[in-house]
């Protein structure tokens, strides 16, 4: 069995990972527009800003699309087949989306439009990793998120 690849931060993108190894989800956000920005920039695509901070968003979500990974060709995942790996639109803003595993339900009960919640999966090398998970209230019904 290979190795897993541990994600390397870069000066950008070090303080996400400094967010997951904290447990917490945290996203660049634009001080002149407001808007998140996911996956790290230096600067907005929407108005152009430099000034991006992190912070933390709830990691609720809905499923925006997804695939089942049968066969994989990432090092150290082919004891883990059938997975799910999925974008996230989260609830702060449409089309802000994160990437993920769902974890906690069968492939086949996935669907796009699922509420979704943030998780963490310990991964042996690597510490915490963000997944998701099926979203329902205290009844176990689905919640729409919006």
């Known amino acids: 069995m290979s190795a897993r690849v541990a994600p390397v931060a870069s000066p950008l993108t070090a303080p996400y990972w400094e967010g997951i ?5 945290r996203i660049q956000r ?17 108005c152009g800003g430099a000034e991006l901070s992190y912070e933390e ?6 499923v ?11 090092p150290g995942f082919a004891d883990r087949t059938p997975y799910v790996i999925a974008w996230i639109e989260l609830v ?18 996935l669907r796009i439009g699922m509420p979704v919640e943030l ?8 510490g915490p990793l963000p997944a998701f998970r099926p979203f ?5 019904h689905d919640n729409t998120l919006r």
Request: charged share 25%.
């Open 57 to 62: 968003v709830s990691g609720r979500g809905l």
């Open 136 to 140: 329902t209230d205290d009844s176990g």
């Open 21 to 25: 190894r904290a447990r917490r989800l």
């Open 92 to 109: 702060e803003q449409p089309d802000l989306r994160a990437f993920g595993n769902v974890l906690g339900c069968e492939p086949g009960e």
């Open 119 to 126: 998780c963490f999966e310990e991964l042996d090398g690597f």
């Open 64 to 74: 925006h699309t997804f695939s089942v990974v049968h066969r994989t060709f990432a």
């Open 30 to 46: 634009c001080a002149s527009c407001r808007r998140y920005v996911h996956f790290p920039r230096p600067e907005c695509p929407s």
